[in-house]
């Protein structure tokens, strides 16, 4: 059974950091790409961050580049967010998020359950 | 950057109606990698459709998606109880992967 399970969460004073982990069970991790997906309070989905099996490919949404840095350890079977420069516009729940196939663009078909994070002085 | 938006913000319906649920791209989606994603409360979003088309493992064949390029749809032939839920269309052919702003289908 897949799993995906997020922990790091918590409340956070404005333009500190905090890292996020993910940790993954049920698969091989290392044939999969992975994501991070955010939601802040009553609002939609927002993709943050990708990376590739081999971490050769990452991506960002604008609103975290230059900030937010996503990693993966494919020995410990995790991903990481690390977030620097917390905003209050940053407070959400962060899933962490894989891609349903091993070859090419895929949508993501397990989630984790998510960790909050509150951007808060 | 493709933006997805969709359409209507909120669609109230009753159990046994038929739901279209739409989503419009900016520009055209490479090879169709459109999919749709159901949510309820308090719980991770669960993938529908990928491919613009193709069923995800255990999804009733009540939900179907069609289109290409940048007009995309979502429908659920007879809605159950348990489809009341927001509905997100994301396109997962070029970065950022992003996600259409919802539909919610609500009880009438």
């Known amino acids: 059974e897949v799993q995906l399970v997020e922990s790091g969460g918590g409340l956070v004073q404005p333009g500190r950091s905090l890292r996020l982990s993910c940790a993954a069970s049920?698969?091989?991790?290392?044939?999969?790409?992975m994501h991070w997906v955010r939601q802040a309070p009553g609002k939609g989905l927002e993709w943050v961050s990708g990376i590739s099996w081999n971490s050769g490919s990452i991506g960002y949404a604008d609103s975290v580049k230059g900030r937010f840095t996503i990693s993966r350890d494919n020995a410990k079977n995790s991903l990481y967010l690390q977030m620097n420069s917390l905003r209050a516009e940053d407070t959400a729940l962060y899933y962490c998020?894989?891609?349903?196939?091993?070859?090419?663009?895929?949508?993501?078909?397990?989630w984790g359950q998510g960790t909050l994070v509150t951007v808060s002085s | 950057e493709i933006v997805l938006t969709q359409s209507p913000g909120t669609l109230s319906l009753s159990p046994g109606e038929r739901a279209t649920l739409s989503c419009r791209a900016s520009q055209s989606v490479s090879s169709s990698y459109l999919a749709w994603y159901q949510q309820k409360p308090g719980q991770a979003p669960r993938l529908l459709i990928y491919?613009?088309?193709s069923r995800a493992t255990g999804i009733p064949d009540r939900f179907s998606g069609s289109g290409s390029g940048t007009d995309f749809t979502l429908t659920i032939s007879r809605l159950e109880p348990e489809d009341f839920a927001v509905y997100y269309c994301q396109q997962y052919g070029s970065s950022p992967r992003a996600f259409g702003g919802g539909t919610k289908v609500e009880i009438k």
């Open positions: 049920g698969f091989t991790f290392d044939d999969y790409a």
């Open positions: 998020a894989k891609d349903q196939g091993i070859v090419g663009a895929a949508p993501f078909d397990y």
């Open positions: 491919g613009a088309s």
